[in-house]
């Protein structure tokens, strides 16, 4: 998969070369390319931003090196086009379904925001030729995208074939489709079976697979009841198994 990032804070990718990610780079499997957007500025002080029209606190990020800088990374004449990500908080919230269907893409072009934000007309120009996403991290105000984007690239490289250790670990997760959706994962145990007079549910010593199975999901509904009651109000009645009820 290829990403091209834009941002006015390229350092702030360094992470990327870092653990999970990192190996995904060196192995080929993720193709990132950082880009600075002061490099399509043609003044002296590099300027990215100005005042809001119509008044009122703070700047907004200008249109043209947004605009040549997508042209130039996604060329509106090349044979392929991306599916640029726009993070902000006005944007659809990002969900582990979203991270499932952009790791599906070949190529995904992140736009980085600070200040206010980026002029509106970026994203309705860009629509004009590609697909666009504006995506929510939550419900709360980052100071800039690229954390957000260093959170959007994790989710979606970790489902990239190859490049988690174990694929079936991906299954059981929180969120993951199928037997997951709408759940969070329960709670989880390793050695020692006995920590500061704390001990391990026996269930989990018994080798029994069936009743394993059985307690991990009954402990994943609980804590989603508890936790997060808005999922299981969403949750598919098809999901549920005839023993879920009891729980
Ligand atoms: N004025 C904007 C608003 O109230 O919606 C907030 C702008 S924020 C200070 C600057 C940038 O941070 C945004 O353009 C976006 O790229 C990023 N950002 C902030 N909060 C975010 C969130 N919850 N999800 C995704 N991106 C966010």
């Known amino acids: 998969?290829?990403?091209?990032?834009?941002?006015?804070?390229?350092?702030?990718?360094?992470?990327?070369?870092?653990?999970?990610?990192?190996?995904?780079?060196?192995?080929?499997?993720?193709?990132?390319?950082?880009?600075?957007?002061?490099?399509?500025?043609?003044?002296?002080?590099?300027?990215?931003?100005?005042?809001?029209?119509?008044?009122?606190?703070?700047?907004?990020?200008?249109?043209?090196?947004?605009?040549?800088?997508?042209?130039?990374?996604?060329?509106?004449?090349?044979?392929?086009?991306?599916?640029?990500?726009?993070?902000?908080?006005?944007?659809?919230?990002?969900?582990?379904?979203?991270?499932?269907?952009?790791?599906?893409?070949?190529?995904?072009?992140?736009?980085?925001?600070?200040?206010?934000?980026?002029?509106?007309?970026?994203?309705?120009?860009?629509?004009?030729?590609?697909?666009?996403?504006?995506?929510?991290?939550?419900?709360f105000v980052l100071a800039g995208g690229e954390v957000a984007v260093l959170v959007i690239v994790e989710a979606v490289g970790r489902l990239l074939p190859g490049v988690l250790g174990n694929a079936d670990s991906v299954a059981d997760d929180s969120f993951a489709p199928g037997a997951m959706e709408s759940l969070i994962e329960g709670p989880v145990y390793t050695k020692p079976p006995m920590w500061r007079e704390r001990a391990v549910p026996d269930v989990l010593l018994s080798g029994n697979h069936g009743a394993i199975a059985r307690w991990r999901r009954d402990e994943a509904l609980r804590r989603t009841a508890r936790n997060r009651p808005e999922l299981l109000v969403r949750l598919d009645p098809a999901l549920l198994d005839k023993h879920d009820r009891r729980v």
Do not use: N
Request: net charge negative.
């Open 1 to 139: 998969m290829r990403l091209d990032i834009v941002t006015i804070f390229p350092d702030y990718f360094a992470p990327l070369d870092v653990s999970l990610l990192g190996k995904a780079r060196r192995a080929g499997l993720l193709d990132v390319h950082v880009h600075d957007l002061r490099e399509w500025t043609h003044d002296r002080h590099r300027t990215v931003d100005d005042t809001p029209y119509g008044g009122g606190p703070g700047m907004v990020m200008k249109p043209e090196p947004w605009g040549e800088a997508l042209d130039t990374v996604a060329p509106p004449d090349a044979p392929r086009t991306p599916r640029l990500l726009v993070p902000t908080p006005s944007g659809r919230p990002f969900t582990q379904a979203m991270a499932a269907e952009l790791a599906a893409e070949e190529w995904l072009v992140f736009a980085c925001g600070r200040y206010e934000g980026i002029d509106t007309r970026v994203v309705e120009d860009a629509r004009t030729r590609m697909r666009v996403d504006e995506v929510s991290l939550g419900d």
